[in-house]
């Protein structure tokens, strides 16, 4: 979603404001501006569409200044155009915003009747009136914006410069994350480590409710009481060589690729090879004790906690919710005493997933997250983290991170079987082995891409895909369908294989491509009945399989994706590889924007 640069520097900086934006190109945007203050004035160049076209127009029309802000824009209020682009500014003012400002209709009205002109369609523009309100009744800077901020309501980080000081930047945080960067008589402000990450891996992060003013040596932090508060200066681990695509041509591809690597880290955090002994961090929790666990994540996080259903309520025993965040939030869910309420989420703070965990925070659960990113606000809000290695994800799809989350969830099941006394030692020894075996099998897989490749290249001009599987493959559809919709544009949906004839079967006409997910097992025979089904109705069928008895339909089917052989528990994490490559392949040779997909933002800060 929307990001946000401020740097106070020592030369003119317009170019390294660019910079930074173009660290924050992968969370999604539609627009894009920066602002500067020169001899006392606010100047600003923004522009639609990507940031090539903002740079031309820097390039056209240079801005000097060694003081200024950007921002990537995903459009929510108004039309993703150059007027609806921030920065806002007044002459006094200028401001870029992520969030939304709930109260901006009320502010606007209250403003025009006083004379305030207002050019945009954006909830943000009432940012900049507002300060200018209250600069024009005499007050200061600092004054002007913490009095702003107690009329806000909804979820804002904010960066402010003033044409009055080409000293101080401002920024503020509710709901929204800002971090503040360090460097050697400079200072920047960032909506993460990444879009700071040219510039310095000193990083502090804003609290809720903070508001923090950057001047060239340092900065002074306000907590939402007004008290002055020291916040901590960690390392960031984003450094800009993490996240180049190195010789990939996409950040997608560069991910899956990165899996075996990734998933070993994630496991090395949570398993001893040495004794093939599981290690969870302390959830502060006693897993022996829990009776259910309610799972609430959005996306393709939500699909690992499907596949974490199936897990745990089959190995160890333990019955569990899953709910969609946006969903659970509102549902006012009853949930047990004292329960464990799991939260899943790549980037850590999504929106919707944030004002889940506040309620279950309300509702006493015994909180634990499972995120990518440590500082994020759901791993700070959390009592118990369950932290993956997957590095930056910047593709916007996520792939190495949905595998990662697989894994620290089939840690956390078998912790949680063995506390429970369901998984006996031998059991957790071959489940830990089939776990430990992951990473190189998933280099196997890759090493068959091409034929991967070849086989999506075949269908990049059909409008409807249908993905099918059962027990813990059947999420694995549905993350393979929301894969394929989101980085190709095509139609696709994902349904267990038994549900077909309940409805989903009147979809089958000659020639819609099917993708059978298949491992032997239990359910094998049954999906492959399922899979006859559409076969007899002319569905053209990829089977994903590591079957090698597949007999006469081996003509009947039209390719044939094969896998290698591994303990079944460890089957979803498997599968998802030639799912995420079939989505890759697919978009590349549709000529579509595989990386940066058209609406679609990495990090879903806005409900
Ligand atoms: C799909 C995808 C999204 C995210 C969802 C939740 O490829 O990446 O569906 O999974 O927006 O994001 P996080 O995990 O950051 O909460």
Redesign the pocket.
Known sequence: MCGIIGIIGKNDISDRLLNGLKNLEYRGYDSAGIATIHDKEIHRRRAEGKLINLSHEVSKHPIKGSLGIGHTRWATHGVPNETNAHPHATNMVAAVHNGIIENFQTIKEELGLLGYKFQSDTDSEAIVHLISYYLDKGLSPKEAFSNSLNRLEGAYAIALIFSSNCEKIYGARSGSPLAVGWGDNEMFLGSDAAALSNETTNISYLEEGDLVELSRDGANFWNKLGEEVKRDIVESKFNPIQIGKGNFPHYMLKEIYEQPTVIGDTLNTFFNPADSEIKLPSLGVNLAKISKVTIV???????AGLVAKFWIERYARVSVEVDI?SEFRYRETPLPKDGLTLF???????AD?LAALRYAKSQSQHIVSL??VREST?ARESDGLLLINAGP?IG????K??TC?LVALAVFTISLGVSKKIIDKNESKKLSKAISEVSSKIADILQDDLQIKSISDNFSDVSNVLYIARGSEYPIAL?GA??LK?VSYIHSEGFAAGELKHGPIALIEKGVPVIVIAPEGPLYEKTISNMQEVIARGAKVIIITDSDKLGDLDKKVWKIVSMPKVDNFVNPILYSIPVQLIAYHVAVSRGADVDQPRN?????TVE
């Open positions: 994540a959005c996306g393709s996080s939500y699909y965040s899943i989420s790549q980037s850590g703070e999504t997933t995120v990518n759901i994800e916007v799809a996520s792939t991170a949905f989350q993350e929301l894969k989101e679609l933002a990495k990090s879903v």
